[in-house]
């Protein structure tokens, strides 16, 4: 069993900056070995991606909204995920997920909310105006 746990969510004024973190653990999980993404989910809309990194950190993606403002990255001898976020706009809004690609060792990172295996339980970021 795999357990992820997101920090860092929050309350912040348009054009601010945080920074997520994703903490997996499981007895027999090696995290090195899986890509792994952040997803969020605004009020009445479906899941989407936000980026994703590759097991060894080599390849990212990011979703065409972020391109630019958002920074993913992983320390492997952590097993923790990062997702800075700066010059956040309203419409960044919502609970942002990460998750652990299903398959070990995958280039180029996926990007299909279905392929990921394991969800942590999300953490709100809520950008005002």
């Known amino acids: 069993q795999v357990q992820l746990v997101e920090s860092g969510g929050g309350l912040v004024q348009a054009g601010g900056s945080l920074r997520l973190s994703c903490a997996a653990s499981?007895?027999?999980?090696?995290?090195?070995?899986?890509?792994m993404g952040w997803f969020r989910q605004a009020p009445g809309k479906e899941r989407e991606v936000v980026a994703a990194?590759?097991?060894?950190?080599?390849?990212?993606y990011y979703a065409d909204s972020v391109k630019g403002r958002f920074t993913i990255s992983r320390d492997n001898a952590k097993n923790t995920v990062y997702l800075q976020m700066s010059s956040l706009k309203p419409e960044d809004t919502g609970v942002y997920y990460c998750?652990?690609?299903?398959?070990?060792?995958?280039?180029?990172?996926?990007?299909?909310?279905?392929?990921?295996?394991?969800w942590g339980q999300g953490t709100q970021v809520t950008v005002s105006s």
């Open positions: 998750a652990t690609d299903s398959r070990p060792w995958t280039i180029p990172v996926v990007t299909t909310t279905t392929r990921y295996a394991y």
């Open positions: 499981g007895r027999t999980f090696s995290f090195s070995f899986y890509a």
């Open positions: 990194i590759s097991y060894s950190g080599g390849s990212t």
